[in-house]
């Protein structure tokens, strides 16, 4: 039976692959790029967001298209090498003349498209939660800013947990180092003192956790509840509370609220001694809304699984998406500088029941929720911000980039304005 | 049998309070538990706690086995009726049950029953409340517990409780740890100086968190100098033995560490240190090990705790059978020209990497942990080692020795060595070395599954598991010394313990890196690692 089934999606995904890779490209298409790895470390990731745009693309044709022309995907596999995801962009730009990117997961590879993208003014869409500190004008940020995810979770912990003291854990690149500077500071000036800040960094994949866990275990001993702000990205997360569990720290002890994991991580994991512990999302599968279903429906009939959930970089993709496509057929064309004027001021209908606005400097305007694992792999809602929150491209709390905004509509059109010197940096993200 | 008394009187308790529910006097003030049960269906998580309040007051001791299943999660209630039931998961299938009669009820479909949200607020009330009437369990491990949850929180109604349940308690541990509490009680609020001397002296030498911290507390702020002298050296002495222990603590981390590594090296000293291959793919094979766990888990979900024990054998022989054919297909054509072996190998390991992404998705896959392998041993409150890592450790250890017997006391172990160390010699003497190879080759592949399915209760079972530990694997063996089973053994520990000490001072980045450069600096002064073959057969 289960091989079966094995051999048919084998058969199934070498179709899909050489269907993709075949399709005649013909001049009355609009081409989509999808910019994703396919293998390599990340491949675990980007794999559902290539075939969530595929979804949208197969869904867009079947209303018919945009501009009454069907949208034909560009598939290419970086191979989570960032380097190459500079020389796929080149290629899909110029050889392939997409009009539009989806793509990208790390900060590492965004970084490495960006001098090639703005070069050759291709309009990228990035769907991931992201350090912030950026605003490009060929790149439309879906996913959350800091101040959209890890700020309100730090309320929320200060707050309604009266957390008191803080470890700061993460992965060593760049999205950890920056986000926990800008908690650092924001925790700092909220009266919290040094000492009771604790930052932790180790290596991607880390497997060993035991005593990193046990000084933990120590500095929440100290008799101030404590609570754990995990940045730790990827694989690293499922030793980290594997160890947790076997340690015994339950999340009544201390709670660790994780800003990369999500649904798609938790089930490859077994949840049970995980339960309680915290995530910070716009998004989550469970929450209640007719999108929402209907959004997880369609998922599990294009992909052919019942057991797939859905995960917050799906839902920015497909906000991206829509937005994308309700600009093309509000500006008529799909050039690049006029879809991203026509972008700003967009609005589409997000799956939690509100609606997401593209703000001047690229990013959306996004509720956020904090959910409790639960031990069915599912995060449950227990806290929400009032309405949305506008994406910030550049932190409040971080001292080199208080006084800088992002505005790409005319007068501005600048995406690092110095509001004091009133100059823009010139720097072109 | 014991608990059928206690169910009779929890449903006496309940029908009385129903029976109360008639009076209309009541009905005005408080609600009846069974009024609280039905409003605990109906109000939002973050009012839940104001109803469970209630329910404790009016129910008593017999509203535990409630707060129970609430706390375990199982609590749910049938949409239509309102009724509470248990739900638990028996065999992979859903058995309903009465809460307080513990009843199996006939089972019902998914969608009429909802379950009943639990968030961490609710389950610290849920923990305390039960806490609160354990103290008076039967078990005096479950009333350890409960005293022990409870230090952080001590009022005096607690410490009334206490000193009245002290007068019967026979259990040793037990009677210490109310003598702490009470002496906990009195240091922080008695006005009686004597009195809180006394205390600090019970006190003293105790290791518990709380206790460390109401000593820190008092050195900060006492004012009574004989006491703040004897608060400080009683903090002292807790530290200098906290200390002691971490040492060990550190220790069996290091140790522990050690044992991965010496699992996921084993295998590639055999194929490395012994046939000398440069076999990229071992960490392919590791990874095989742990998916042969996925799969016999997935073969049956009904018996995880015994299913490590079908995936080990399981997954030594596909591990193995796979080395073998690596061995006859690829290895055997590129003998003697260890770069080609090199590459041909990485070639072999990226094919099997995406050859799993294919078949099982790049996704990682969920290996449960067998529930004798969770949880801790806790040795007293500092001390406490994890159950996973001390199988682990011995599972390493075990190997190893079955390995050292196999190449010692077999024939094949014989030919092994006899073709390590003469090639041509072996083959004058009748040794099909062709065949050894292939055998040698199976064998530490196979034993790197075995280490696969130790992996798979560590870490991620993903593509990319093996790429994770090929380069330690090198590293342990080469520092240990190529063909040297006990050099790999050494190597192992010590780099593990080295590891685990330098972590705390530096970090995980740096502590590696550290390591990484002593094996280099140690590898200039002596190439052939710690200990090297000697004679002849070195050469």
Sequence with gaps: ?429 | MRTLPILLACLISFLLSLSVHASPAQLATEPSVPELLTKLTKVKLNKAIPVLKALEKQGGEGILPLFKTMLKGQLYYIKKTKALVAVNKVDGEKVYSDIFSGNILESMSKSSVKKIRVNNKVRRFLRESIARTQLSATDAEARLKALSSLLSKLDAGIIQTIKTLKIQETDEEVLALMDVAIAMFTLSNSSDSKERLSAVYTLSGRLENEVRNLFVKVVEQERDAKIKVAAERALASIEQRIEKFQFVDKLFFGLSLGSVLLLAAIGLAITFGVMGVINMAHGEMIMLGAYTTYVVQLMMPNAIDYSLWVAIPLAFIVSGSVGVLIERGVIRHLHGRPLETLLATFGISLILQQLVRTVFSPLNRQVQAPSWMSGSLDINPVLSLTMNRLYILAFALLVFGLLLLILNKTSLGLNVRAVSQNRNMAKAMGIKTDRVDAMTFGLGSGIAGMAGVALSQLTNVGPNLGQAYIIDSFMVVVFGGVGNLWGTLVAGFSLGVANKFIEPITGAVLASILVLVFIILFIQKRPKGLFPQKGRAAE
């Excluded at chain 1, 050759?120 to 996913?143: A, C, D, I, M, R």
């Excluded at chain 1, 009771?196 to 120590?218: A, L």
């Excluded at chain 1, 499922?238 to 649904?263: C, M, R, T, W």
């Excluded at chain 1, 799906?314 to 057929?329: P, Q």
Aim: hydrophobic residues 40%; contains cysteine; proline residues 4%.
């Design chain 1, 1 to 429: 039976m289960k091989l079966k089934k094995i051999l048919k999606s084998v058969v199934l995904g070498a179709s899909a692959s050489m269907f993709a890779m075949g399709a005649i490209a013909a001049d009355d298409t609009i081409k989509v790029g999808v910019l994703h790895s396919l293998s390599g470390t990340m491949a675990i990731s980007e794999t559902t967001l290539k075939d969530t745009v595929l979804m949208m693309i197969e869904e867009q044709n079947k209303k018919g298209g945009l501009l009454g022309k069907k949208l034909e995907p560009v598939v290419v596999d970086p191979a989570s090498n960032w380097p190459l995801f500079a020389e796929k962009t080149r290629e899909l730009i110029s050889k392939d003349k997409v009009d539009v990117l989806f793509g990208c997961w790390t900060s590492s590879s965004r970084k490495a498209v960006l001098p090639v993208i703005e070069e050759l003014n291709g309009l990228l869409f990035y769907p991931v939660q992201y350090e912030g500190e950026e605003s490009s004008k060929n790149v439309f940020y879906t996913g959350a800013a800091p101040n959209q995810q890890a700020v309100p979770a730090v309320d929320y912990l200060m707050n309604d947990l009266e957390v008191e003291r803080w470890v700061l854990a993460g992965t060593d690149y760049v999205y950890p180092r920056t986000t926990n500077k800008v908690l650092e500071a924001y925790l700092v000036s909220k009266g919290v003192d040094k000492k009771d800040i604790m930052i932790n960094y180790t290596p991607f994949g880390h497997s060993d956790w035991q005593s990193i866990v046990s000084d933990i275990k120590k500095f929440g001993g100290e008799g101030k509840k404590t609570a754990v702000v995990s940045t730790i990205n990827g694989d690293a997360n499922v030793p980290f509370y594997k160890e947790l569990g076997n340690q015994g720290i339950s999340a009544e002890d201390i709670p660790v609220v994780a800003f990369s994991v999500g649904e798609e991580e938790l089930s490859g994991l077994d949840t049970k001694p995980l339960v309680g512990h915290l995530a910070a999302w716009n998004y989550f599968q469970s929450v209640e809304s007719e999108a929402n279903e209907a959004f997880i429906a369609n998922w599990k009939t294009y992909i052919k699984d019942d057991k797939r959930v859905t995960n917050d970089p799906m839902e920015a993709t497909y906000i991206g998406f829509n937005m994308w496509a309700k600009a093309v057929e509000k500006a008529g064309t799909t050039d690049v500088d006029t879809v991203e004027q026509a972008l700003i001021g967009i609005t589409v209908p997000n799956l939690t029941g509100g609606t997401a606005v593209m703000n001047k400097n690229h990013h959306l305007s996004k509720p956020v929720l904090i959910g409790e694992i639960q031990d069915d792999g599912q995060l449950e809602v227990v806290w929400e911000t009032n309405g949305t929150v506008i994406g910030d491209a550049w932190s409040n709390y971080l001292p080199g980039s208080k006084d800088l905004i992002a505005d790409w509509t005319a007068p501005v059109s600048c995406g690092n304005f110095n509001t004091k010197t009133a100059k823009c940096s010139g720097q072109n993200f």
